[in-house]
């Protein structure tokens, strides 16, 4: 099954249900799959040894990348270095800087800034748990920088491909000196889709999440009396290394569309509700990375020219009492659906 010959009306009608369940009934696994990628049925361009150097495959990383989380690859980054200050947590040890090596098991994105990152059980990281030793703690490693460009904090990653990708490397000559060069995180020829019927429903699913999300937590806290469902706060020793502050572009999106509808069902006990609210934090970050991906690539290349699907144009538009001035485009694939987005300075600390 999928969402090929649904229109984005009907798509965006299902979403917007509150008493419709969009991850138990596999509409948000039918959305994310969209974005997924099957390296093997990519035809990028293969990679050359010119007299001016290396010359990179046109192959982006975040495909790439999406691709080995996929299959839960295991990777190693031979030198990192943070673009965030350090922490130092009580109950975690890191036996080594260097190699920096585990299961890749997500793709993270700054929600404001153009900022990716992938998410590793890093096995460098020893931790103590109520006097209980393990090996392996999630750490995020940057691989684009706050202003949406390469960071450079990292130079290679390591991995280990099976034999079919493998095969496939070799067959769309993509290794170089047995190395894979990108030239692009996120591929230029990405941003239409910005305007497509895929991103406008996953930002609409993203928000129908969200807002689920904010009502299991408003739950949690009435039954708590006041407690939050987070975990305690790691006990940060110390922050090392000096830190700074810069300015870099933020870039928000959001589409209008259908209202939310109706009510969700409230879970009948505490479990439920933890168990619940795991299962919309296991799927919003795939989502969430897929569709900052394709606003940097629109951010970059885009807006125009429009699509031949986009008969109306961007103009300036303020909400009711709000100050502050967006770009706003109507979509005619829905009865009054409308992407917006603004661009600002925004302040962000980093080491320094």
């Known amino acids: ?21 969009p991850i138990r009934s596999g509409l948000a696994t039918l959305v994310a799959q969209h974005w997924a990628v099957d390296l093997t049925t990519r035809n990028p361009a293969p990679a050359l040894i010119e007299a001016d ?20 690859a295991v990777i190693n980054i031979p030198e990192y270095r943070a673009r965030r200050p350090v ?8 036996i080594s800087k260097e190699n920096r090596h585990g299961h890749i098991v997500g793709l993270r994105a700054n929600k404001e800034v153009f900022s990716f990152s992938i998410l590793v059980k890093d096995t460098n990281v020893m931790t103590m748990n109520n ?27 390591e991995f280990l491909p099976t034999a079919k990708e493998n095969a496939w490397l070799d067959d769309k000559q993509l290794w170089t000196a047995n190395k894979l ?40 806290k009435e039954r708590r009396r006041g407690a939050t469902l987070e975990q305690p706060p790691r006990e940060v020793v110390e922050e090392i290394g ?22 969700y069902n409230n879970p009948e006990h ?26 940097l690539s629109f951010h970059q290349h885009g807006p125009d020219p429009l699509p031949g699907w986009i008969d109306t144009i961007w103009s300036q538009w303020r909400g009711k009492g709000c100050r502050t001035v967006w770009n706003r485009i109507t979509v005619p ?15 962000e600390t980093v080491a320094e």
């Open 1 to 21: 099954m999928t969402l090929k010959h649904t229109s984005l009306e009907d798509l965006l009608h299902q979403i917007t249900a509150r008493d419709d369940d």
């Open 53 to 72: 150097g290396l010359k990179p495959t046109d192959l982006d990383l975040a495909a790439f990348l999406a691709a080995l989380v996929d299959r839960h």
């Open 87 to 94: 922490e130092k947590v009580a109950t975690e040890h890191v």
């Open 131 to 157: 006097d209980q030793q393990e090996v392996g703690a999630y750490r995020t490693f940057m691989i684009v920088d706050l202003d949406g460009t390469w960071y450079d904090g990292w130079k290679t990653i």
């Open 181 to 220: 060069l990108f030239q692009n995180f996120v591929h230029p020829l990405r941003w239409p889709s910005f305007y497509g019927k895929y991103y406008i429903a996953t930002k609409v699913l993203i928000a129908r999440l969200e807002d689920e999300a904010r009502a299991l937590r408003g739950w949690i």
């Open 242 to 263: 000096a830190s700074k502050k810069i300015a870099v572009v933020a870039f928000e999106a959001v589409v209008d569309g259908p209202d939310l509808r109706g009510k």
């Open 270 to 295: 505490m479990s439920d509700a933890v168990t619940r609210l795991a299962e919309i934090n296991k799927v919003l970050p795939s989502l969430r990375f897929a569709t900052r991906a394709t606003e």
């Open 333 to 347: 694939m829905a009865k009054d659906v409308a992407i917006r987005y603004r661009v600002w300075d925004k302040i």
